[in-house]
Antibody
Framework: QVQLVETGGGVFQPGTSLKLSCSAS????????MHWVRQGPGGVLEWLAV????????YMPDSKRGRISVSRDDSRNTVFLQLNGLTFEDTAVYYC?????????????????WGQGTTVTVSS | QSVLTQPPSVSGAPGSEVSISCLGS?????????VHWYRQVPGSAPTLLIS???IRPSGVPDRFSVSRSGVSASLDITGLQADDEASYYC???????????FGGGTKVTVL
């Protein structure tokens, strides 16, 4: 069964960092581009980053450069998101999602499998 | 402000048809990038509903269809049912920003 499970959410103080994990089952993360998306209290989906299937390329919005890092542990079939310098605006549900298809031109691919999300609250 | 613009809400009577628009630009929808639509009910993660050329995951009925013209795309729902009540998001890739972008979401209400 194809599944993604995010963990690592919780309550964080402003200025600190978080590292979320996305554990995959039923497929191998090294065959798919893997995305991180968040949804704030207002409900808008915000795309954060994608790690290419070969692990060589990470795309993210310019506004997030310097704050986000994405990594992968193929032996654990897990992808990670680290977010530094937390602010109240980082409060959201964080989802990882898998590209619909393996390899290839993942720019075109839908986000075909989503995890259930992990909740991050930034509060002093 | 989302790169893709959707109406905040649409509504329709059971059995009717509703359409949700998704306005982009020449660097995303207008660049012929595939447009994907997701459905989300409260408390759950989004799920892929349909993509360009009406490619649907298994189990999605053909009451859902998509179209596009220029820098816009649309999701049409025919034969509206009570369990179609959800939020719907469009998504595509922006070639200028080299980012994946979402619309702000549209809440569908069945009257």
């Amino acid at each position: 069964q194809v599944q993604l499970v995010e963990t690592g959410g919780g309550v964080f103080q402003p200025g600190t960092s978080l590292k979320l994990s996305c554990s995959a089952s039923g497929f191998s993360v090294y065959q798919y581009a893997m995305h991180w998306v968040r949804q704030g209290p207002g409900g808008v989906l915000e795309w954060l980053a994608v790690l290419s299937y070969d692990g060589k390329t990470i795309y993210m919005p310019d506004s997030k450069r310097g704050r986000i890092s994405v990594s992968r542990d193929d032996s654990r079939n897990t992808v990670f998101l680290q977010l530094n310098g937390l602010t109240f605006e980082d409060t959201a549900v964080y989802y990882c999602a898998r590209a619909l298809y393996t390899f290839g031109a993942f720019y075109y691919y839908a986000l075909g499998v989503w995890g259930q999300g992990t909740t991050v609250t930034v509060s002093s | 402000q989302s790169v893709l613009t959707q109406p905040p809400s649409v509504s329709g009577a059971p059995g009717s048809e509703v359409s949700i628009s998704c306005l982009g630009s020449s660097s995303n929808i207008g660049a012929n990038m595939d447009v994907h639509w997701y459905r989300q009910v409260p408390g759950s993660a989004p799920t892929l509903l349909i993509s360009t050329n009406n490619i649907r995951p298994s189990g999605v009925p053909d009451r859902f269809s998509v179209s596009r013209s220029g820098v816009s795309a649309s999701l049409d729902i025919t034969g509206l049912q009570a369990d179609d009540e959800a939020s719907y998001y469009c998504q595509t890739h922006d070639v200028s920003l080299t980012t994946w972008v979402f619309g702000g979401g549209t809440k569908v209400t069945v009257l």
